[in-house]
């Protein structure tokens, strides 16, 4: 269980226990004896929870509005998607830190699916407790996979945020593949008519319907482009740890970005290959993807997919 979560339940607990203290103001009373002992029990508990350090992913989805009924049911339809979406926006948030490809459409590459597991229905609410397995041996850093879990939380935030600065700030900060994923999740979101409570080990946060609805609308906005061009210039790297690539154009400054399965694959088998295009003139084939709001460019990305020896204007001039 997230240790935010951990922590109020225990804070709640110890609060009726100092309850029934107060009932119980003989200090040789039995029943007194034992809510003592189950207070010193939670304040250790609480104590031991400050030093906790988790290394592996724990969430709360909770829900409230049209799909839930009383504190016990939810419609299935709308908890299958909305469990699928949530694992959709955390698996994007992971391929974007390992720098891999992510064009606006198309599978996910496979080692960055989510491994998000339903551990448990949360107490008192309508809810999913969502956790990493853990590793048979303690992990010292933290898991890729819990580092997006909690960005996911802050993307929903920054996103859903009055503040159109913040919206801003972190739309340019996003691949188009997370954005969609966003979309689609706020789509379900306001089309149920839901109201979200996400909880992490750090984080708590609501998003109301007034936060639905703006989150919706401002990405319903965004359009996502995807176009292919050619460039000749120098491939400066290949980075197949990263997924990613440094290309000089023949026709302007440095630029880089993620590289596409097919090509790192071939990079890390073909030695031939690798030497024939790193440091060369090449010409490369990128996708380009183009985020734009309401007609504004808001970010745009080059997905080097191919290369081939040779840059002709590069050769002519030699």
Same mark, same amino acid.
């Given at each position: 269980?997230?240790?935010?979560m951990?922590?109020?339940?225990?804070?709640?607990?110890?609060?009726?226990v100092?309850?029934?203290?107060?009932?119980?103001?003989?200090?040789?009373?039995?029943?007194?004896?034992?809510?003592?002992?189950?207070?010193?029990?939670?304040?250790?508990?609480?104590e031991?929870?400050?030093?906790?350090r988790?290394?592996?992913?724990?969430?709360?989805?909770?829900?409230?509005?049209?799909?839930?009924?009383?504190?016990?049911?939810?419609?299935?339809?709308?908890?299958?998607?909305?469990?699928?979406?949530? $694992?959709?926006?955390?698996?994007?948030? %992971? +391929? /974007?830190?390992?720098?891999?490809?992510? #064009?606006?459409?198309?599978? =996910?590459?496979?080692?960055?699916?989510?491994?998000?597991?339903?551990?448990?229905m949360?107490?008192?609410?309508?809810?999913f407790?969502?956790?990493?397995?853990q590793q048979?041996?303690?992990?010292l850093?933290?898991?890729?996979?819990?580092?997006?879990?909690?960005?996911?939380?802050?993307?929903?935030?920054?996103?859903?945020?009055?503040d159109?600065?913040?919206?801003?700030?972190?739309?340019?900060?996003?691949?188009?593949?997370?954005?969609?994923a966003?979309?689609?999740?706020?789509?379900?979101?306001?089309?149920?008519?839901?109201?979200?409570?996400?909880?992490?080990?750090?984080?708590?946060?609501?998003?109301?319907?007034?936060g639905?609805?703006?989150?919706y $609308?401002?990405?319903?906005?965004?359009? %996502? +482009? /995807?176009?292919?061009?050619?460039?000749? #210039?120098?491939?400066?790297? =290949?980075?197949?740890d990263?997924?990613?690539?440094?290309?000089?154009?023949?026709?302007?400054?440095?630029?880089?970005?993620?590289?596409?399965?097919?090509?790192?694959?071939?990079?890390?088998?073909?030695?031939?290959?690798a030497?024939?295009?790193?440091?060369?003139?090449?010409?490369a084939?990128?996708?380009?993807?183009?985020?734009?709001?309401?007609?504004?460019?808001?970010?745009?990305?080059?997905?080097?997919?191919?290369?081939?020896?040779?840059?002709?204007?590069?050769?002519?001039?030699?």
């Amino acid at each position: 269980m997230p240790a935010l979560m951990t922590s109020q339940m225990l804070q709640d607990d110890l609060a009726f226990v100092e309850e029934r203290l107060r009932e119980h103001t003989e200090p040789h009373d039995t029943v007194r004896f034992m809510w003592e002992q189950r207070r010193n029990a939670l304040l250790e508990e609480i104590e031991n929870l400050g030093s906790r350090r988790d290394t592996h992913a724990e969430v709360a989805l909770m829900f409230e509005g049209a799909p839930v009924k009383g504190s016990e049911e939810i419609r299935l339809d709308f908890a299958t998607k909305i469990l699928d979406n949530y $694992q959709l926006v955390v698996s994007t948030l %992971v +391929a /974007e830190r390992a720098g891999a490809e992510l #064009g606006a459409r198309g599978q =996910l590459p496979r080692p960055f699916a989510s491994k998000l597991f339903i551990r448990d229905m949360v107490r008192g609410s309508v809810g999913f407790l969502l956790e990493e397995p853990q590793q048979p041996q303690s992990q010292l850093l933290t898991s890729v996979l819990k580092d997006a879990v909690d960005e996911a939380t802050h993307v929903l935030q920054d996103l859903s945020s009055p503040d159109v600065e913040r919206f801003y700030t972190r739309l340019q900060k996003l691949s188009p593949r997370t954005i969609g994923a966003v979309k689609k999740m706020a789509k379900s979101l306001h089309d149920a008519g839901a109201i979200t409570k996400i909880v992490s080990d750090v984080v708590e946060f609501r998003l109301d319907m007034v936060g639905t609805t703006s989150l919706y $609308q401002r990405l319903t906005e965004i359009e %996502v +482009a /995807e176009t292919h061009e050619t460039k000749i #210039g120098i491939l400066l790297g =290949l980075f197949p740890d990263r997924q990613q690539y440094e290309f000089k154009p023949d026709d302007g400054p440095v630029f880089y970005g993620p590289v596409s399965e097919a090509l790192d694959a071939r990079y890390l088998s073909d030695q031939d290959f690798a030497r024939s295009i790193i440091l060369q003139a090449v010409t490369a084939s990128f996708l380009v993807v183009t985020t734009l709001r309401a007609g504004q460019l808001q970010s745009q990305e080059r997905v080097l997919e191919d290369v081939k020896p040779g840059g002709l204007r590069l050769l002519e001039r030699t």
